[in-house]
């Protein structure tokens, strides 16, 4: 059984670590470079995250945004390098430092796949006649859902409403 959820969120962790650090290294002369990593690790994040993993989608965001922020500052106010490079560094420092913290809680939750829901987008899986997500169209496997398990879901659902 293939879990593509834990494989996401442990690509959109890696992409989320790689980010920060180079942030703190962006200036203005490797700014296409160090930049353009950040924002393509951004996407992935995103990509991976988005729908499964809302801390991991919101840091993607965030590496996403202060790329930008830092293009749109150089193009604005027309800064050369040495105008940019102490405005960078502290940003870039302030933002590592805001979010290394969520990152190493990501790092340390990473989501442990449960068989009773779609590993691909999160659907509860039970009363099902097929072994197939109703929502998505991933198959699971059928023999991980013990009637002990549905009935459990069953009663969480109820639990849930009242
Ligand atoms: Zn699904």
Redesign the pocket.
């Known amino acids: 059984m293939i879990r593509i959820g834990v494989i996401a969120a442990k690509t959109a962790w890696v992409a989320c670590a790689v980010a920060v650090p180079l942030i703190v290294l962006v200036d203005v002369e490797s700014v296409l470079v160090t930049g353009s990593i950040v924002f393509l690790s951004g996407i992935i994040s995103f990509w991976c995250g988005w729908r499964r993993y809302t801390r991991l989608t919101c840091l993607a965001v965030a590496n996403c945004g202060i790329v930008l922020l830092f293009v749109a500052l150089v193009n604005l106010f027309g800064w050369g390098p040495p105008d940019a490079e102490i405005p960078f560094a502290l940003m870039g420092t302030a933002f590592a430092a805001m979010t290394l913290p969520a990152i190493i809680s990501v790092a340390r939750n990473v989501p442990i796949q449960d068989p009773r829901v779609?590993a691909?987008?999160?659907?509860l899986l039970y009363a099902l006649v097929t072994p197939r997500?109703p929502?998505?169209?991933?198959e699971f496997n059928a023999s991980l859902l013990t009637t002990d398990q549905r009935g459990e879901l069953a009663d969480q659902r109820r639990s849930n409403r009242q």
């Open positions: 779609c691909t987008c999160g659907y997500c929502e998505c169209g991933t």
